[in-house]
């Protein structure tokens, strides 16, 4: 005897199908993942231009302090040897002097020249840093040039005129070196004659009592 076989049915749900327009929506809508790397946050930022601020502050004051001392050594060097140029063309004069006074045959007449081509020497120094004496005799007093050390009347004078030099002033590029010494004029004491002095003292004297 034959066995009936059943039949199974499976209700299958229809595929749902989309128009176009709606897998367009979808897709616009589905979020899109980007990559996106991540910079330095707002406060690294600061923290980074306060580091370059404060390197550039302490380069900054190490050049400041190369400098100043740069400068300092300048000016003791400029101090130890602002006379050198002038000490180094003074030499040849001190030699010829200690030759001439070293000279066996030395007399009056060669002791003289020698004397007088040292002068010389230090004149045409004199000329060449413009060192140049200050006119003192004759010249009103002029207590930025000259020193006075005494006063005597004279009535040949003006007053507070020059009359005598004891020693030379010098002046360099118009600046005083040295003031000159000077003595100068004043006015004569004004006395009463004598002869008006005796004839008031007879008149007196004859008065009657």
């Given at each position: 005897?034959?066995k009936?076989?059943?039949?199974i ?19 616009e ?6 990559a996106v ?5 707002e ?16 380069r ?31 030499i040849?004069?001190s ?7 070293a ?35 004759g ?9 006075v ?16 030099e ?18 100068t004029?004043r ?7 004598e ?15």
């Amino acid at each position: 005897m034959r066995k009936k076989k059943k039949k199974i049915l499976i209700e299958i749900e229809p595929e749902e199908t989309k128009t176009p327009e709606e897998e367009a929506a979808e897709t616009e809508e589905a979020p899109v993942a980007e990559a996106v790397e991540e910079g330095p946050s707002e406060l690294e930022k600061v923290q980074l231009e306060v580091k370059d601020l404060r390197d550039e502050m302490l380069r900054m004051r190490a050049d400041t302090e190369n400098l100043r001392k740069r400068l300092q050594r300048e000016k003791q060097d400029s101090v130890q040897f602002a006379n050198e140029r002038l000490i180094r063309e003074l030499i040849p004069i001190s030699e010829n002097l200690e030759r001439a006074l070293a000279a066996p045959d030395t007399n009056v007449d060669s002791l003289k020249e020698g004397v007088q081509m040292t002068s010389n020497q230090i004149l045409a120094l004199f000329k060449k840093e413009k060192v140049e004496p200050i006119q003192a005799v004759g010249e009103p007093f002029d207590p930025s040039l000259h020193e006075v050390l005494n006063q005597i009347e004279s009535p040949d004078h003006e007053e507070n005129t020059v009359i005598e030099e004891y020693s030379k002033g010098y002046r360099m590029n118009g600046r005083v070196l040295l003031p000159a010494r000077v003595v100068t004029s004043r006015k004569p004491t004004r006395e009463e004659p004598e002869d008006q002095d005796s004839d008031n003292a007879s008149t007196e004297a004859e008065a009657p009592a």
